[in-house]
């Protein structure tokens, strides 16, 4: 069975660095790309970047370019999405996704992972 | 202001069919056969109900059946269940170095 799991919930202060994760089981990690996707309280998804495990590959949205890091350990089938210095406007849930082969589209969501930032 | 757009929300009643439309442009939804769209349940991580314009994942009802014409997606409930309300999200690939854009979100309410 397919699964990716998050690591647990986060509160952190602003200024602070965070680094939470999305292990996959079930399939071949390194054979499928692994993105990351925003969900603002109340608010819509929105796409953040992907990365293949297989050789690191990574993409970044515009929008998160240079203010998150993606990465991989193909070791350990897990993914990492990374702050190193975390603002209040980042509290969100956090969903990693698989993205299906070629196709863009993403058949299996991590449960996310809850980031509270507040002094 | 999200890169698709979609109506905030739409509303049936049980047994009825409802249509959900995802705008976008011929940068995304209108170039390529790349739109789907996600189911998500309040507190819960999304679920992928339709990829590629019109294909259902295995263990997804045959009444949700998607389409696209131009740069308008469409996503079609028929036989409206109360399970069914949630709030929808359409996606596509896009040309820009997003690669990927989703829609703003539609809440289905089953009266």
């Known amino acids: 069975e397919v699964q990716l799991v998050q690591s647990g919930a986060e509160v952190k202060k602003p200024g602070e660095s965070l680094k939470i994760s999305c292990k996959g089981s079930g399939y071949s990690f390194t054979s499928y790309w692994i993105g990351w996707v925003r969900q603002m309280p109340g608010k819509g998804l929105e796409w953040m970047g992907i990365i293949y495990p297989g050789d690191s590959d990574t993409r970044y949205s515009p929008s998160f370019q240079g203010q998150v890091t993606i990465s991989a350990d193909k070791s350990i089938s897990t993914a990492y999405l990374q702050w190193s210095s975390l603002k209040a406007s980042d509290t969100a849930m956090y969903y990693c996704?698989?993205?299906f082969g070629s196709g863009w589209y993403f058949d299996y969501w991590g449960q996310g992972t809850l980031v509270t930032v507040s002094s | 202001q999200s890169a698709l757009t979609q109506p905030a929300s739409v509303s049936g009643s049980p047994g009825q069919s409802i249509t959900i439309s995802c705008t976008g442009t011929s940068s995304d939804v209108g170039g390529y056969n790349y739109v789907s769209w996600y189911q998500q349940h309040p507190g819960k991580a999304p679920k992928l109900m339709i990829y590629e314009v019109s294909n259902r994942p295995s263990g997804v009802s045959n009444r949700f059946s998607g389409s696209k014409s131009g740069n308008t997606a469409s996503l079609t409930i028929s036989g409206l269940q109360a399970e069914d309300e949630a709030d929808y999200y359409c996606?596509?690939?896009?040309?820009?170095?997003?690669?990927?854009?989703f829609g703003g979100g539609t809440k289905l309410t089953v009266l």
């Open positions: 996704v698989r993205r």
């Open positions: 996606s596509s690939y896009t040309s820009s170095s997003t690669h990927v854009v």
